[in-house]
């Protein structure tokens, strides 16, 4: 039997298929109290971009961080506290490049950001990054006020663990059913068989 084709060996890839696709869509930055950063994002470089957008979803309101609508103001309904503090890293945006710098940088700033855009016959705006703002306390020890990578290391390691659980399990009963092999009463008949 083919090693994927077990159903333990296929469920273990299959999860680990799915921690491989999470780390490649999902950026972790880390910067300093009052510095500047660029969150990166890149859209085809030949597309015709209609809209583009950076979110932070985790915000109370429906503001966004920095929006892009051709012939309209980049602030309208922008959150208050992002207003001034953003910009385009290049306000030409060659070669797709919708990376923008974020200013003097707070605490309060660290969350996850998404950079939606939207390009001409391409239907509705998709997600192109995300990116995980870790802006560390300088009143902490370590320089990280934020437990998101070990959260994050936590949750892989429970999702490893349980798909071996589960694999052990399943290993367990099929060695079980193997090995109990006839019923008493088949012993009994084929002694019975055998001494005729």
Wanted: aromatic share 8%; net charge negative.
């Amino acid at each position: 039997m083919s090693t994927l084709t077990s159903a333990p060996h296929f469920l273990a890839f299959l999860i680990s298929l799915w921690i491989l696709s999470l780390a490649a869509d999902h950026h972790e930055v880390i910067v300093k109290d009052g510095e500047d950063v660029t969150l990166h994002c890149q859209a085809p470089r030949d597309a015709q971009i209609n809209m583009f957008e950076w979110i932070r979803p985790d915000l109370e309101s429906d503001g966004y961080i920095f929006r892009f609508i051709p012939e309209e103001s980049t602030t309208v309904n922008q959150h208050s506290s992002y207003r001034g503090r953003v910009e385009l890293r290049d306000p030409d945006m060659k070669d797709g490049d919708l990376s923008v710098v974020l200013k003097d940088v707070s605490v309060s700033d660290t969350g996850t950001y998404r950079c939606r855009v939207g390009i001409s016959g391409g239907g509705k705006p998709k997600v192109y990054s995300t990116i995980q703002l870790i802006v560390s306390d300088p009143g902490s020890e370590d320089g990280n006020s934020s437990p998101v990578g070990l959260l994050v290391g936590l949750a892989a390691v429970g999702l490893v663990l349980g798909a071996v659980a589960v694999a052990g399990f399943l290993k367990y009963k099929r060695c079980k059913n193997k090995r109990s092999g006839p019923s008493a009463a088949d012993d009994d008949k084929a002694s019975a068989v055998q001494f005729i």
